[in-house]
Structures are given as structure tokens and as C-alpha cells.
């Protein structure tokens, strides 16, 4: 993956875009709403999908992401389509939507070696 060398913040790979901006404050009140915290960072994934090996390939990309910048935060929520929870962690409790099509329980309990939860997380922003 490579910066796009534009002086903007997306880096690119063959199957997903990932970039980074400062949250409006609407976006902010809407989470803070919603999930209880404010956030500093937006960070979007984009899939570039050709094949099933595209998709294998960045959700990977994408949880191995997420899990680096949770080393880093304290809240946060990864949302689908910016409203159906995938994860959250809030209040140091990491867990993951089994509603949602992204990780199953034996994918996550393979490379996860910190505590979480997988269970439905119905979305407050719907």
C-alpha cells in the first residue's frame, strides 16, 4: 500500500482505500449521541472487490488496522455504510457485531488473543 502523493490522506493498496480526516462536529454529536464518546479521528475503508480473494484480503487489511489504532484509543466504533455497528469498544469492552457479516466467532477467537465479545449490536444510529 502507498500514500497517494497528493498531500491528502488516503493511502491505496490494489483492494481497499484508507483514509483519514478530522469528523465534522455534526458527525461528532451524532456519535456522541448515539455511542456516548466524542470522536477526534474519522477513518474510512473503501473495498476495491474483483474476487472473493479481494474481499479475504481487505477485511484483513481492515481488522488488522482497526486493531493497531485501538492500541491507540479508547472509544471507538467501526460502523458499515456509517451507521451498522461492526465493533465498538466502549468503556475498555471490545466487541464485535455477530449481526454483521464481516468476522465470524472462530475467525476472531483465531487471531484475537485479548478479550472480547461477539454478539448482536443493534445500532442506535438507525
Not at 29 to 54: A, M
Amino acid at each position: 500500500m502507498t500514500w497517494n502523493g497528493k498531500n491528502s490522506h488516503y493511502l491505496l493498496g490494489p483492494t481497499i482505500e484508507i483514509d483519514v480526516s478530522d469528523p465534522s462536529q455534526s458527525w461528532q454529536w451524532l456519535i456522541n449521541d448515539g455511542f456516548q464518546f466524542i470522536p477526534t479521528l474519522l477513518i474510512g475503508f473503501r473495498f476495491k472487490l474483483k474476487s472473493d480473494t479481494d474481499y479475504d484480503t481487505s477485511s484483513q487489511i481492515m481488522f488488522d488496522a482497526t486493531m493497531l489504532l485501538l492500541e491507540h484509543a479508547q472509544d471507538a466504533v467501526l460502523l458499515s455504510n456509517y451507521e451498522l455497528i461492526v465493533l465498538q469498544r466502549l468503556g475498555g469492552q471490545l466487541t464485535f457485531n455477530s449481526d454483521h457479516h464481516m468476522w465470524s466467532d472462530d475467525w476472531l477467537k483465531s487471531r484475537l488473543t485479548i478479550p472480547f465479545e461477539h454478539r448482536p449490536l443493534p445500532s442506535p444510529l438507525l
